[in-house]
């Protein structure tokens, strides 16, 4: 059976190859600690701080522990797969493009390591052929040759993923024309089998290490809560960079909603001002579309009352930290616009044959229903986990003010036991600076 000193030791895989070589013993003490954990499934908490070479310590435990010869673990039937998840890109970036083609090349056997990124990555070939053919009716003519540099790329580009598109895409394109949660037609689509996202589900399915960013890891919990997911069963998990998870935990596990976020998905629908929009391009009769444009503009004017009025709220109260204790502080004109909204919206689904069309729509509505729950559970202060709530007043360069109703859980800890650790056999903590007293 190989183990962690079998690839590190002075006569190990490595040293083979590296003429210069030389044992960092500290690292391969955290190698075994992380290997014993994974073997016995219990968590481990490591501080390693610069110049341990952490990054291999953790790697060599998890592949000879999910694609080793001797793989070992007990109870259900959770596969031997291991998640790496790390707070920054470049991390990711050290991990998937030198440390683990290194590690491929020292160890006499294969393993299979993916990068996983979040669905909005990916480029939907549905989305991109029904925003090509509509053009005219979501974007302004300045965005045109944009739209034929991003066809020109997904014909050539392997991967369908934005970060190899150089430079990347124009954000409002690619929000038209990118992978999304329910909006999506799944075997129905024309293009499902050469879908990016699918090719890319289909490798993180049959990976043994996943490397992910700590957004994904909580999205993929907050999914998992509801009976979704982003990522496959795993039963050993490395969280990196780990002083940064209880934040990464509480802004995915809480609420934030943003003025512009409503604005945006208001104008995505229709912008008065462009004559821009999802309800311009679908097909559906003048009268309908006309109460629907007015619906939005409703909306609009909601939104402008109720974060004017948070406006206010705020200079009222100089020197106030934006912590918000009671509810209901304000009047709440925008769910109750945005439930009429999305009743119209309902009205036009039921009626629209088309297929694009109405998975568009849906989701549009979806996402409209899913701010006015949120605005709603902020304004009566009733997450289940007991929060703090609070405003924010950012400014735009213009000057112009931007409000935000935000809300984290105050203790993370009892949703991190429920739902990573009571759950997953080892979870491992390892940063350069994990004590904090
Ligand atoms: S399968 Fe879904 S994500 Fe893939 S191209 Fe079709 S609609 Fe888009």
Redesign the pocket.
């Known amino acids: 059976m190989m183990t962690p000193h079998d690839i590190l030791g002075t006569d190990g895989s490595i040293a083979r190859r590296l003429e210069r070589y030389e044992l960092r013993q500290e690292q391969l003490d955290m190698s075994n600690a992380v290997w014993e954990a994974f073997r016995k499934e219990h968590h481990l908490a490591v501080e390693a701080g610069t110049g341990v070479g952490k990054s291999f310590a953790y790697l060599i435990p998890a592949i000879l522990q999910t694609a080793g010869e001797d793989i070992h673990c007990s109870g259900d039937d959770t596969p031997p797969r291991a998640v790496i998840s790390t707070h920054t890109i470049s991390l990711q970036e050290q991990l998937i493009d030198k440390d683990i083609p290194f590690l491929r090349s020292v160890l006499p056997f294969e393993f299979t390591a993916v990068l996983v990124k979040g ?1 909005s990555n ?6 991109l052929k029904s925003a090509g053919e509509k053009m005219a009716n979501l974007f302004e003519d300045r965005k045109k040759r944009e739209m034929q540099r991003i066809t020109a790329w997904s014909k050539t580009d392997s991967d369908g993923s934005k970060s190899s598109l150089n430079p990347e895409p124009d954000w409002e394109i690619w929000n038209e024309i990118c ?2 949660t329910g ?5 129905k ?4 089998n ?5 090719i890319a589900r289909r490798r993180i399915a049959n990976a043994q290490i996943l490397v992910v960013n700590h957004a994904v890891l909580f999205s993929d919990l907050a999914l998992k809560a509801g009976g979704g997911s982003i990522l496959p069963l795993y039963r050993y998990l490395v969280l990196d960079e780990a002083h940064t998870v209880e934040q990464a935990a509480a802004e995915h596990l809480g609420i934030s909603v943003t003025q512009y976020q409503a604005e945006y998905n208001l104008n995505r629908l229709y912008n008065s001002r462009t004559q821009k929009g999802l309800l311009q391009g679908t097909k559906i009769d003048s009268e309908n579309r006309t109460a629907a444009q007015q619906a939005v503009d409703e909306c609009f004017y909601a939104a402008e009352t109720f974060f004017l009025s948070l406006q206010d709220y705020l200079d009222e109260r100089p020197g106030s930290n934006g912590r918000i204790k009671e509810t209901h502080i304000v009047a709440n004109p925008l769910s109750g616009s945005m439930r009429k909204l999305q009743e119209t919206l309902r009205h036009i689904i039921e009626k629209t044959e088309d297929m694009n069309e109405r ?1 568009e729509l849906k989701s549009a509505r979806d996402k409209i229903a899913a701010l006015a729950a949120e605005v709603d559970v902020w304004m009566q202060q009733s997450l289940e986990a007991e929060s703090v709530y609070y405003l924010d007043r950012q400014f735009t360069s213009r000057g112009r003010p931007r409000v935000s109703l935000n809300a984290v859980p105050i203790d993370i800890g009892p949703i991190l036991r429920e739902q990573l650790f009571n759950k997953i056999p080892s979870v491992i903590l390892t940063s350069a600076t994990l004590t904090n007293g």
């Open positions: 669905r990916y480029l939907c070939f549905r989305r992978c999304e909006n999506c037609l799944g075997k689509c024309p293009h499902n050469d879908c990016f996202y699918g998975t």
